[in-house]
């Protein structure tokens, strides 16, 4: 206890009051530490919870670069793929244009022998693009006429033209030219 006198009044100052302003100081000391304390605390939790948040990232960013490998890796093959069915593609219409001109040879065969007049004989037949050569021969003028008329009448042959004629050892021998017309549709070959 303090005694402290004022012209020669003594005032006692209790002694609780200044355990309380002890108590106080002591209390706010106490809650600045704990204050630094949590507010250390939460920055721990904070930078540990970025930490996870960028380990996740850096986790997902691997998984991505891995899918994107394999994605490439699948890209690579389709391009390959799809060199493949190119090539595949041009192999079927090589093979359908040669099915096709199979079908026409066979149309102009048939053609040439359902026309062909009795007493003429075709020695040599050329075919280049849709103009078909002959050359034959025919026991009479006759015979050779009629054999244009025949070929002129067949859808599969357009303007045949006569450019050469010559009698040779009793026949007239031939050599004509004609167009190849539009060939009509035919049932696929076996």
């Known amino acids: 206890m303090k005694d402290v006198t004022i012209n020669e009044v003594q005032v006692n100052l209790l002694d609780w009051r200044e355990a309380a302003r002890a108590r106080r100081t002591r209390r706010f000391w106490l809650a600045v530490a704990l204050s630094a304390l949590a507010g250390v605390g939460l920055a721990l939790m904070a930078t540990l919870w970025l930490q996870w948040g960028l380990r996740q ?111 040779e050892q009793g026949y007239q021998h031939f050599a004509l030219e004609m167009t190849l017309a539009a060939l009509p549709a035919l049932e696929a070959l076996p």
């Open 57 to 167: 990232m850096e986790a997902r960013q691997r998984h991505v670069a891995a899918a994107v490998e394999r994605l490439e890796e699948k890209s690579a093959e389709m391009v390959d793929l799809e060199r493949q069915l190119s090539l595949l593609d041009q192999e079927q219409a090589l093979l359908e244009r040669l099915q096709d001109e199979r079908r026409q040879t066979l149309a102009v065969v048939n053609a040439l022998a359902a026309t062909l007049a009795p007493g003429v004989r075709y020695q040599r037949v050329e075919r280049i693009g849709d103009r078909l050569m002959l050359e034959g021969e025919a026991v009479d003028s006759a015979r050779l006429v009629e054999q244009l008329r025949s070929l002129e009448r067949a859808q599969v042959f357009a303007e045949p033209l006569l450019s050469r004629v010559g009698a």
